[in-house]
């Protein structure tokens, strides 16, 4: 998994490709969200568009940023979720760990409410 990140506003968008599955690509992601967080900045949305699949790694990582921002005093929301994946959070039942929306717009927009 590769990621890139832009700002739009006071929100960071981090744009994942590829499997979300651990490792050292993870390790990085949540090394980059901790230095936000250490920067003031807790509003985060996470784009799925180009992730294909997710393991319970992959998952502990997303629940932990959720966890992570949440308890900074910001957020965390995730955008353009596949079936596949939506099906998996249901089938672990975290879909009230998560905000979902269908695009990265709408998952910032949400942060102005």
């Known amino acids: 998994m590769k990621f890139k990140t832009s700002v739009q506003g006071n929100v960071t968008v981090f744009h994942l490709d590829g ?3 651990g490792g050292p690509d ?3 992601l949540n090394g980059k969200l901790h230095d936000l967080v250490d920067a003031g900045k807790k509003q985060v949305v996470i784009d799925l568009k180009n ?5 319970s790694s992959g998952l502990g990582l997303l629940i932990g940023s959720a966890s992570l921002m949440k308890n900074a005093g910001g957020g965390l929301k ?4 596949s079936e596949k994946i939506m099906t998996l959070i249901k089938i672990a039942r975290l879909g009230p760990v998560f905000e979902i929306f269908a695009s990265v717009q709408e998952a910032v927009a ?3 409410k």
């Open 78 to 81: 995730l955008a353009n979720v």
């Open 26 to 28: 993870a390790t990085a």
């Open 51 to 55: 992730v294909e699949f997710i393991n």
């Open 110 to 112: 949400g942060f102005k």
């Open 19 to 21: 499997n979300l599955m």
